[in-house]
């Protein structure tokens, strides 16, 4: 069967060679070289009319492909890459718009074909006279196709491309079909294409709904929407919209009283319809992307969440300091993420990147260091002077405690305390912890380790909070529903799981975290770093675990900065605005909550404990002179 096939081939292609050495070729050979040559060139532009416009295409709508990135309901956050087409239907447009356009752009165009001789001739002769170009004779029909199938280039060649192609379309489309695709490729300015999407935009009206001055001056506007957009120079633009009236009149679209009464548009912009070219979530996300990738991304950005923890940072008394916030389930879900104060292109995302310290939110590392060893939140310990081969480290609060449990200790945050239980554990045990967590960034061989000198990013922090949301570890952020990688590790229940989350409990209460408290079980720590140059709050309650961060990049001190107060109003503030649906945690089904809301046994002792005598330390004076501790609570 395939010889057959292939002897088949054989026959026909000595058919067409006889054909063309028989027939064709004397003929060709015969006629003079000029015809021949002017006929090869007719069926060479042919082709390539129909390559570049095939018939069968001509007048579809071109839809450039673009990268959209849905929320997690499918409603669209931002997009690469232009908006799909708002269709618009000239045969039904009111004749004052759809003549506004006719007059001011292509007087002739119901009468000429893709060129426009006679208007051409009259640009040419303008514009010698000017010495410069003050008139374009480019039709409606040529601006179609420059805008659809060529280049904004100024040169001759795409000039000559555009004169070819705009007869060539003419061919194939009507006059309306023509007016239609050129309304909806058209540039109005302000990020605005199409007649559809400006109509909206500047006046909140559809196409048909425009009056005659606003479709006057929405025509006027496409000679240069840059500057002759009303948003942008309103004089400019009126004085635009009456050269417009002035063309209809002259082509007799209207009368004179008519363009003398069009009122003066008034700008009324509508609800915006535009999509966020970018946000700090997109941002993120495109750095694993390709330049060419299209198509719809699924992500798991929580709208309502993003806007919740916009509005948070919004309503913080931030002065001069920068702040961050970052919201996920305990899976690793990002559901919101503000990188700083104000998004713009290639700003720098402090949620994910800024390497800063973390203060005592990095007690978590020590403290599962030490149940790891053995130790539980009942255990006891020495709040006292500390001296490592003379480093001395301090308290957030004047003077010591004396004998204190590990789940006081943490909810006030006791710096010496931290550090005796990590010598306890160990310190290679404390950075074990947090390599198990997913803290990637470096942890120096240094005493002060413990109370969080190192330099880790507000992710990390996160990631390794929502370990003990979920019980399980380590936590890998995602933001693409796809690349989910699920913790292959689990905290044992009692002595890992449980025993943290009694301390995080405390602290967030009735500890340094105490302000972020919410109707629901609440769990977080606070950090304040040296001078108050960093100050973040860490957390969860109900599914979502978010961490907030307050600082300088220029690594300033903040004037009365601590995670107990802004960090934490900001972290209440979002929480407190969103949905949290109910965890099982290890720690609320044995009741403890309740029980302590009830008895309070450790919030007394510590009322107690701040009320008695406790051992001397120098006054605020003097331990200043000695220079300031390396964290506060």
Known sequence: MKAEFQAALRHRGAQARDWWLDRAWPFLRDRPLKYTIAGAALVLLLLWEIA???????????????????????????????????????????????????????????????????????AMLANAKAGGVVEGGSTITQQYVKNTYLTQDRTFTRKFKEFLLADWVENWMDKDEILSRYLETAYFGGGQTGLTAAAHHFFDKKPDELTLGEAAMLAGVIK?????????????????????????????????????????????????????????FTDWLLRDMDEDDTGEVQTTLDADMQEAAQKAIDRARLGGAEAALIAIRPDGRVLAMVGGKKWEPEAYNRALFAQRQPG????LYDYLAAFRDGATPDDTMLDAPLDIEGWKPKNGYEGYYGVVSIREAFAWSSNTVAVRAAQAAGYDEVRDAARDLGVHSDLPEAHSLPLGTANMTLAELVTSYAAFAGGSYPVKL????????????????????????????????????????????????????????????????????????????????????????????????????????PMALPFIAAGRPAEIRSAQPVTQRIAERRSEPRSRGRDKRKRKRRGPHHTQY
Do not use: C
């Not at 009368?255 to 970018?278: I, L, Q």
């Open 52 to 122: 570049s416009i095939p018939p069968w295409s001509a007048g579809e709508r071109k839809q450039q492909e673009s990268l959209t990135f849905l929320a997690s309901d499918g409603s669209i956050i931002a997009r690469r890459g232009p908006a799909p087409v708002e269709e618009v239907d000239a045969a039904a447009l009111p004749p004052h718009v759809r003549n506004a356009f006719i007059a001011i752009e292509d007087r002739r165009f119901e009468d000429h074909g893709g060129i426009d001789l006679r208007g051409l001739a009259r």
């Open 224 to 280: 240069a929407p840059s500057n002759l957009a009303p948003t942008v120079d309103r004089e400019a633009s009126l004085e635009r919209m009456e050269v417009v009236l002035s063309a209809m009149v002259d082509g007799q679209f209207i009368t004179r009283a008519e363009a003398d009464e069009a009122d003066d548009p008034r700008v009324d912009k509508g609800k915006s319809s535009e999509v966020a070219a970018g946000s700090w």
């Open 360 to 363: 005592s939110t990095f007690k």
């Open 478 to 581: 995602y933001g693409i529903e796809d690349d989910f990688e699920k913790p292959d590790k689990k905290l044992e229940r009692h002595a890992e799981w449980a025993a943290m989350l009694d301390l995080l409990w405390y602290a967030a209460n009735y500890g340094t975290g105490k302000r972020a408290a919410l109707d629901v079980p609440t769990f977080g720590k606070t950090g304040t770093t040296q001078d108050g140059r960093d100050a973040i709050f860490v957390g969860f309650a109900g599914n979502v675990v978010t961490a907030v961060w307050i600082g300088r990049d220029d690594n300033k001190p903040v004037a009365g900065a601590s995670g107990g107060r802004l960090p934490a109003q900001i972290w209440e503030d979002f929480m407190s605005n969103i949905e949290l649906e």
